[in-house]
């Protein structure tokens, strides 16, 4: 065999390799993510797909909220994004994008998204609720909402309106119910 057949060959053993650890990786997250729609009978209003943000590289993926159906909540749709954080907590990732129907819209840094799957289940929801919108960045890294300050009353009004504005963002929930 000449030497650039087997550079040939050994570029496709590669390539091959690379193709299957991207479907070995997008396959388990998205188990993952199936897991939690279906182990909760509250996030029955909502599809969702889970993807590698580049095929071959599993350091970022993309959480794409399909479809929000009627009945759904905003806490509905942050709800399923938090227990597929705890499901895949033990994966570091870089970036966590999310989309909407196949776009990115938002993403998340990957160590704040470790902190939401580390934490759930034992964080005061409510706080984690109120705070992920300062954590939100646009997709150029930039922050979204900011932080407030002032009395407790106030701040807590005005980081639930980032909230609900943010999930309204992302899955075009004009609609969603306020339940």
């Known amino acids: 065999m000449t030497k650039a057949a087997k550079l040939s060959l050994a570029g496709a053993a590669v390539g091959i390799a690379a193709i299957a650890g991207v479907y070995l990786h997008t396959t388990q997250f998205q188990s993952h993510l199936d897991e939690v729609i279906v182990d909760d009978t509250r996030n029955g209003f909502i599809s969702a797909r889970v993807r590698l943000s580049n095929p071959f590289d599993a350091s970022g993926i993309v959480f794409d909220v ?74 150029k890294g930039e922050n979204v909402y900011g932080s407030w300050t002032g009395g407790i009353l106030g701040v807590l009004g005005k980081q639930m309106d980032d909230l609900n504005e943010f999930v309204d963002r992302w899955c075009e929930t004009g609609a969603v119910a306020e339940r």
Request: hydrophobic fraction near 35%; glycine fraction near 6%; charge should be positive.
């Open 66 to 139: 399909r479809e929000v159906s009627a009945g759904a909540s905003r806490v509905d749709i942050v709800r399923v994004l938090l227990q597929f954080a705890a499901k895949v907590k033990d994966h570091r990732f870089e970036r966590v994008y999310l989309a909407y129907q196949g776009e990115r819209r938002f993403q998340l840094d990957g160590e704040y998204f470790h902190t939401l799957g580390n934490e759930y289940g034992s964080q005061n929801p409510m706080f984690t609720l109120r705070t992920l919108p300062e954590n939100v960045r646009d997709l």
